[in-house]
């Protein structure tokens, strides 16, 4: 999933970005408040990581106009100010979650999960679609409990198709989610992900549907 993260600080910028990249993620990272306002009007994201002391638009500023546009975007604020009248006033300006650093890089990554999940209706980590189970903490996919051989690319398209099953994604939309600013994806490859995805998934029931000029999808599972 495409993931914003806005934070000055080099080091832990640094730090968070590529935890979540190793968690399977497209991130993009920017260092202040204006850059992070211009993306959120530009681009469209999954989640924000927004920490509040940014340098030219706080953070709460950053919020504030995102809801002010009526995007529901789950927003997870960091911030140093632990004080509880800060957590209630970034929860009340529409955060959906908070974090006091120092925190754990798991911690964040379990929290960003989890509001990933909740975004799109679901309550677990583990997605399961008849014999398939994609589990998002581990990165992995299983059928019948049988390891899935997957790339860090298909199991990302694998997991957007999923968390949105029965609805159809364009080629765009799997551009747009799955890549980052600095990575030149065209539909045409998305054509050739989805091409060998399916070469996977076919054999063990799981198809992924093409409507014609428009994207793919996969059958919502049978209750």
Not at 81 to 101: E, H, N, Q
Request: glycine letters at 8%; aromatic letters at 4%.
């Amino acid at each position: 999933m495409r993931i914003l993260v806005a934070e000055d600080d080099a080091l832990l910028g640094d730090a968070i970005a590529e935890h979540l990249r190793h968690g399977g993620h497209a991130v993009d990272w920017v260092r202040d408040g204006a850059a992070a306002d211009a993306a959120l009007r530009s681009q469209s994201f999954k989640l924000v990581v927004l920490d509040l002391g940014l340098p030219r638009v706080c953070g709460r500023d950053v919020l504030s106009r995102l809801r002010g546009r009526a995007s529901s975007t789950p927003v997870l604020i960091i911030t140093a100010a632990d004080a509880i009248a800060d957590r209630v006033a970034g929860l009340d300006a529409g955060a959906d979650d908070y974090l006091v650093k120092p925190f754990e890089l798991a911690e964040l990554e379990a929290r960003v999960r989890a509001l990933i999940r909740r975004s799109h209706g679901h309550d677990r980590n583990v997605l399961v679609h008849g014999p398939l189970a994609f589990d998002s903490a581990a990165r992995a996919a299983t059928v019948d409990g049988a390891a899935l051989d997957l790339s860090a690319r298909e199991l990302a398209m694998l997991e957007l198709l999923l968390l949105r099953s029965g609805r159809v994604i364009s080629k765009e939309q799997f551009v747009e989610h799955l890549c980052g600013f600095d990575e030149d994806v065209t539909a045409n490859a998305i054509e050739v992900y989805v091409h060998r995805l399916r070469r996977k998934l076919d054999p063990v029931g799981i198809h992924v549907q093409t409507v014609r000029g428009l994207g793919y999808f996969v059958a919502k599972a049978a209750a």
